[in-house]
Nanobody, 114 residues
């Protein structure tokens, strides 16, 4: 079992930046880490992924603005969000997928004001 704890959410003006962290309670060196988000009234959507080898992938809506990274020593995954837009407002969740099983964090709210 693993616990994932997100932090770093908050309120920011459009065009601003925010960095999210997802700290795991144990090693997450294997598997795939991902950030998802869910806006009010909408389905949860994939934002970015990073594999154990460091390969990354992004949703088209955030490509070029968001960067996912991981620190193996700290068992932490990050999401740096730049040039934020009001439509980025959502609860952001990190997820670890390992051997076909998903582990989710509790989420952190990001609000972008116009």
């Amino acid at each position: 079992q693993v616990q994932l704890v997100e932090s770093g959410g908050g309120l920011v003006q459009a065009g601003g930046s925010l960095g999210l962290s997802c700290a795991a309670s144990r090693s997450i060196s294997g598997g795939v880490m991902a950030w998802h988000r869910q806006a009010p009234g909408k389905q949860r959507e994939l934002v970015a992924t990073i594999t154990s080898g460091g390969s990354t992938n992004y949703a088209s809506s955030v490509k070029g603005r968001f960067t996912i990274s991981r620190d193996r020593a700290l068992n932490t995954v990050y999401l740096q969000m730049n040039s934020l837009k009001p439509e980025d407002t959502a609860v952001y969740y990190c997820k670890w997928t390992y051997w076909g099983r998903d582990y989710w964090g509790q989420g952190t709210q990001v609000t972008v004001s116009s």
